[in-house]
């Protein structure tokens, strides 16, 4: 028995042209697409003219559950195909689980390139991005959210991030209050008709807020070494204002060190300074 293949066909992320002739040829050859939204990659297929083999849903609540239905397929020598509802497959989607049982049991993975956002996104922000790191969507719960900013401030080049609509303004708070102000581009619909790139500073983009709050974003933070630049004014400026409203000194230096990019030693020695002066 011929042994089967998993297809990673990534699908437009906005505009239809933007589909490879590839993936119209393996979607229109596999026995089985397994797909994120059955019912959006019906509707996409019929914009092609491609009559839809067998679907089935494989999305993150059902993933583990359809391995086995699955592996049976491909171990009777089927090719299948596995979609998302836009983009590249596996990347901050669902596919991870069943691309490691397929090399598990030595099933061919083939890997079409095609759309993604995070491309088109770090080659339009304008930041060196010859090097970055791709965190994906920030963690909600608090310690896991502040373990993953400290790599975005901590990284000398660039980190991109996905973020939904309803949560990028409270995303760029936090990026500047744990970062310090740094230079970002904010890239909203890509490939689609309100393709929008704002580019800035974290500070003024959040004083001179205009983002519509559509669409999914990728947002390209400038990494430790491209930091703006916050000289010892500036900070002694905001360690006065927050001074008789700190905890302790040691709290605000860190609140410092966080804010404005600066070592936690330099921060306190800084507060420390400031605190002498007033007494």
């Known amino acids: 028995m011929p042994a089967g293949r998993v297809y990673l066909v990534p699908v437009p992320i906005g505009n239809l042209g933007d589909i490879t002739q590839r993936a119209l040829e393996t979607l229109k050859s596999v026995a089985l697409i397994a797909a994120e939204d059955t019912r959006k990659t019906r509707f996409l297929l019929s914009q092609y003219g491609i009559k839809p ?72 922000s304008g930041l060196d991005c010859s090097e970055f790191q791709f965190l994906g969507f920030l963690p909600l719960k608090l310690k896991e959210r502040r373990l993953r900013l400290d790599r975005v401030r901590d990284h000398p080049s660039p980190s991109v991030l996905y973020e939904a609509p309803h949560r990028v303004r409270r995303t760029l708070e936090d990026l500047f209050a744990h970062c310090g102000n740094r230079e970002i581009c904010l890239a909203r619909e890509i490939s689609k008709l309100y393709e929008e790139f704002i580019r800035g500073d974290l500070e003024m983009v959040l004083r001179d807020w205009t983002v519509t709050e559509k669409g999914e974003f990728v947002i390209v933070v400038a990494g430790r070494e491209s930091a703006v630049q916050t000289d010892d004014d500036e900070i002694g400026k905001y360690i006065d204002e927050r001074l008789s409203e700190a905890a302790s000194l040691k709290s605000l230096a860190l609140e410092v060190a966080e804010r404005f990019s600066v070592s936690r030693n330099h921060a306190y020695q800084l507060v420390l300074s400031h605190r002498n002066k007033e007494e």
Not at 90 to 114: C, R
Request: aromatic share 2%.
């Open 53 to 124: 083999p067998r679907l089935l849903s494989l999305h993150k609540y059902n993933e583990k559950q359809r391995l086995a239905e699955i592996l049976a397929l491909l171990d009777a020598g089927s090719e299948i195909a596995v979609v998302t509802d836009a983009g590249s497959p596996g990347i901050s989607d669902p596919a991870l689980l069943l691309i490691q049982a397929a090399i598990a049991k030595s099933i061919t993975i083939t890997p079409l390139p095609g759309p993604t956002a995070l491309i088109p996104a770090v080659t339009a």
